[in-house]
């Protein structure tokens, strides 16, 4: 969900976890979820709550950028815009 932090700073985007990044890529890479499950050993409702949970923090990044697009007015490249994982990892 998108918010102040506590210390009331900035709308923030939580970081995709490595996992998620890691399905994330499998699926992109055009494996199934099944497919996906096999490979990292996990069932297929756990790989199915890891996409599902990567889009919503994905969706909230997006609008993030649009909200600041509309407050500046000032366009802003998608490739300016990156997703960090926990690691810091870009």
Do not use: C, Y
Request: no cysteine; glycine share 8%; proline share 3%.
């Amino acid at each position: 969900m998108l918010g102040r932090s506590r210390k009331g700073g900035p709308l923030s985007v939580p970081a995709l976890s490595s996992i998620e990044e890691q399905v994330l890529l499998l699926v992109a890479g055009g494996q199934s979820h099944s497919a996906i499950a096999d490979e990292l050993r996990l069932s297929l409702k756990t790989v199915e709550w890891h996409v599902a949970r990567a889009r919503r923090k994905l969706d909230q990044a997006a609008t993030l950028r649009d909200r600041v697009q509309e407050a500046t007015s000032v366009p802003i490249q998608t490739a300016e815009f990156t997703v960090t994982t926990e690691g810091g990892k870009q």
